[in-house]
């Protein structure tokens, strides 16, 4: 008897051990690892992951069968299954939670047959639940007593988007076969197979012009790409010339014409340092510590080519999507077969190049965090760019950060980590201090440019004479930078016109109704948005507190300036890039390559334009509003202020321009701003991991977050007080030394109607702390609240 071990693919730490089913005969030649299955728990039906199987097990009539095969093939591979129970293990939740992190989005749409209960008539579930259960009463008494309808005969009762919210709470499953997607056309071509022009052509052009032409046009081109061909000549008439064996499809793989610059000392030196190990096959991490404009890109280049030469594969990760288009053009005219991952690709792309990737026909991913899984063979290299990034770590469950799982996914495939910044987080250059990593130093900028020019604005000054955000000194750069043909970026971190609506009479504040933040203006749609649920309403012309209609717009966004530089320079080319705009399809790859076009002058944005962009033709840089990212009650506030001021300033003088920095501050003697201005990353590490020991931060200690989050708010305190008993209880029995800090109301006490309360527990002892958030999650049972657990978060907001 043939049997399958399965993982059921439920939130659930209690469902990490599998289940043997046994295997119908019908079933032998579908099942594989990694394939997702229907099966039988109790008296629900439910998922699950195939994770083993066994041919030799005796004949055993209590094992239930296998319902339903519902993948067509594996979605995840041994290696991957055991990055994901790493994954479990570390970021403290169920497996399965961890497995559709790593699953494509694409590959998690339903072909849906039917619906089935997943909850029985009998049972009590959550209240919310319940209440579901009490609105659909007349649905479920006629799902419970036929235990199967058809998805068709479901929507006569219920919308789609109904169904979709029962099943997402766990009250029905549509079940059926996965569905992939059609693959995308982009990136393959047709060409010329068996093809005789002098004894083929002339029967062609008797019986089948249509066929003849798309011949001629194969002829005179070598290779056309599907989706221009599809478009001009029938579908029926391209499949009579594929089943005549004239024309095949192929992967367009491009074409290497770039030629590699000369290396200068410093880039040569840590070249060879990962070729070496790349050669050797020896596991090691490296630390590409380099100014601004230094070449560590060219060094990414190098490495990776070294590893794809040695028959190895490689990662490449970036923070955000406009650096994914940037770098795409520079590997893509060195490397062939390269894949590009992100979410702005359609499910079609994603899809095709997932196969791609997995079937071995790809050298090299670039993507965002979640490219870290992408199921590569023989993976020999991962490269993290601008390491410091927040973006890199996940906001849901599993809360991984993607430099943690490329460390683990190194060491599991004996590959090199290379990691890469001019201002690398404060954890990982301690750790290249203590030789858990090799640090590579990038001192000088290549083609012997030279560092940019920095000056502090005092803006005490400027603000007495003005109203405006932009100092007359800025004004007067930006005017010698456009009379010399030059660019400029003018960097500012808050989106919007302007982020606080005041109430000059009794100081209320405009307020989000589900979240405890100001609601921010935005000028171009003229109307007041929460940049945390979205959540938006008409600008109010009287305070909602004591009635009175003097209300101003305090503070500065990039609208703001936007209008303020339109007006100051009429006769300018002026872009702004940020989240807003960039929503729409293509605009933001518009105006990157526009700007490096140079046909805009002055480029307005937030830290889309802060990091990782080199624009040769750009030498001065206005950091806007330095103070805004200072005032934030969060220990690693610093950390992150100094890295933006130190990036944004880095996009000057890049090339043959000098470049100009200008940072606007009401607190022009803050350490902070003093050595970024300096561009003294050293020092301020210096100081920064001074500060930490004191306070018992990482990377001295390592940190465990509670969140309770509650739509009732005496609920959440409730419940964070009762977590805070049981922690009390376990730091009785502990040697360990342990520190709770709270409980205490987050920062942000409210996001989306949700009453948010933490607790942190730092510990040096990094087991003690999983061990301690195990026995939490195994304890906890919150039916009106929520468990959130995050170790060492990058932020406590």
């Given amino acids: 008897m043939n049997t399958a071990d399965v993982l059921i693919n439920l939130p659930n730490k209690n469902f990490d051990n599998s289940y043997k089913y046994q295997v119908p005969e ?34 055993n009539e209590e094992l239930k069968p296998l319902i339903r095969v519902l993948d067509s093939e594996p979605v995840f591979d041994h290696s991957l299954y055991e990055l994901a129970c790493w994954l479990a293990e570390n970021c403290i939740c169920p497996v399965a939670s961890a497995i559709n992190a790593m699953i494509p989005r694409t590959l998690v749409h339903k072909r849906a047959v039917s619906i089935i209960p997943y909850i029985n008539k ?70 010329i197979k068996e093809f005789d022009p002098l004894q083929d052509m002339p029967a062609l052009m008797k019986k089948a ?18 989706e221009y061909l599809d478009k001009l000549i029938p579908s029926s008439s391209i499949k009579a010339l594929i089943k005549k064996n004239y024309i ?102 994603r899809y095709t190049k997932w196969k791609q990737i997995r079937q071995g026909e790809i050298n090299l991913v670039l993507g965002t965090r979640s490219a870290i899984f992408a199921p590569l063979p023989s993976l020999g290299l991962i490269i993290i760019d601008e390491e410091q990034e927040p973006s890199y770590k996940q906001d849901e469950t599993p809360k991984y950060h ?43 900028r290549v083609k012997d440019a030279q560092m940019p020019l920095v000056e502090i604005e005092r803006m005490k000054y400027s603000a007495a004479n003005s109203t405006r955000s932009i100092s007359p000194k800025l004004q007067q750069k930006l005017h010698e930078c456009m009379n010399r043909g030059e660019q400029s970026i003018l960097f500012i971190n808050r989106r919007g016109f302007a982020p606080m609506t005041l109430c000059t009479e009794c100081g209320k504040i405009a307020a989000c109704p589900v979240c405890s933040v100001g609601m921010t203006y935005h000028r171009d749609i003229d109307r007041n948005v929460c940049h945390y649920c979205n959540f938006q309403s008409k600008v109010p012309s009287h305070c909602s507190g004591c009635g009175s209609s003097h ?67 750009v030498s001065l840089v206005g950091i806007v509003d330095a103070d805004s990212m200072l005032n934030i009650p969060d220990f690693r506030a610093g950390e992150r ?34 050595m970024a201005a300096r561009q003294d990353y050293i020092g301020f590490y210096r100081e920064e991991i001074r500060q930490r020991k004191i306070l ?71 087991l003690l702390l999983k061990s301690i958030g195990r026995y939490i999650m195994s304890k906890a049972s919150y039916k009106l609240a929520k468990l959130e657990m995050d170790i060492n978060p990058l932020t406590t907001m």
């Avoid at 032998?28 to 039988?40: C, N, P, S, T």
């Avoid at 770039?258 to 630390?287: C, G, H, V, W, Y």
């Avoid at 700007?595 to 624009?615: C, N, P, S």
């Avoid at 000057?652 to 803050?670: C, K, S």
């Fill in 122 to 191: 009998d049972e009590t579930g959550s209240t919310f639940q319940q209440q579901l259960l009490h609105t659909h009463a007349s649905f479920f008494n006629m799902l419970w007593e036929q235990g199967e309808i058809t998805l068709y005969e479901a929507r006569k009762h219920l919308h789609s988007d109904i169904l979709q919210d029962l099943e997402y709470n766990g009250l029905i499953n549509i079940s059926g076969s996965y569905a992939g997607y059609r693959e995308s056309k982009a990136g393959y071509c047709y060409k």
């Fill in 696 to 766: 018992k931060y990482p990377p001295f200690t390592q940190i465990l977050r509670l969140l309770i989050s509650s739509e009732r708010e005496e609920t959440a305190q409730e419940m964070v007080m009762k977590l805070a008993e049981q922690i009390e209880q376990i730091i009785d029995a502990s040697e360990e030394e342990l520190e709770i800090l709270g409980p205490a109301p987050c920062p942000i006490y409210k996001i989306r109607n949700r009453y948010r309360w933490q607790l942190l527990i730092k510990c040096e002892n990094m």
């Fill in 551 to 617: 209300l101003k717009q305090i503070g500065t966004g990039t609208q703001r300036v936007e209008t303020e530089i339109k007006s100051l320079f009429p006769d300018a080319r002026i872009e702004r890039l940020d989240l807003d705009n960039s929503r729409k399809s293509g605009v933001q790859k518009d105006i990157l390559s526009r700007m490096k076009r140079q046909e805009i002058d002055i480029l307005i944005g937030t830290q889309m334009v802060a990091k990782g962009l080199d624009f040769p033709s």
């Fill in 402 to 444: 993607a430099l943690n799982v490329a460390r683990q996914r190194a060491q599991m495939e004996s590959a090199v980590l290379l990691i890469g910044s001019a201002t690398p987080s404060v954890d990982s250059f301690y750790n290249a201090q203590k030789q858990k990593s090799t640090i590579l130093y990038l001192k000088k």
């Fill in 641 to 674: 202020c100094f890295q933006l001021l130190v990036q944004a300033a880095g996009r000057a003088g890049r090339a043959n321009y000098p470049g100009e920095v200008i940072i606007q501050t009401y607190n022009p003697l803050h350490p902070i701003i003093q």
């Fill in 26 to 59: 019908q079933m032998k030649d579908q099942i594989a690892f990694g394939k997702r299955v229907l099966v039988e728990l109790g008296r629900k039906k439910v998922e699950g992951f195939i994770i083993a199987m066994d041919k030799q097990e005796p004949a």
């Fill in 209 to 226: 012009a249509r066929q003849a032409m798309a011949m001629e046009m194969l002829i005179q081109n070598g290779k056309l790409k599907m």
């Fill in 248 to 349: 095949e499809i192929v992967r367009d793989t491009g074409e290497s014409f770039a030629l590699a610059p000369q290396l200068n000392r410093e880039q040569q030196i840590a070249f060879e340092a990962i070729a070496q190990s790349l050669t050797d096959r020896s596991r090691q991490d490296f630390l590409l510590y380099g100014v601004t404009g230094s070449g560590k890109t060219e060094v990414y280049l190098r490495a990776a080519e070294k590893a794809i030469q040695l028959g190895k594969t490689a990662i490449v990760l970036v923070p955000e999507i406009a650096l994914t288009r940037h770098l795409v053009e520079v590997f893509s005219s060195r490397i062939k077969n390269l894949a590009v991952l992100h979410s702005k690709m359609s499910a079609g792309e």
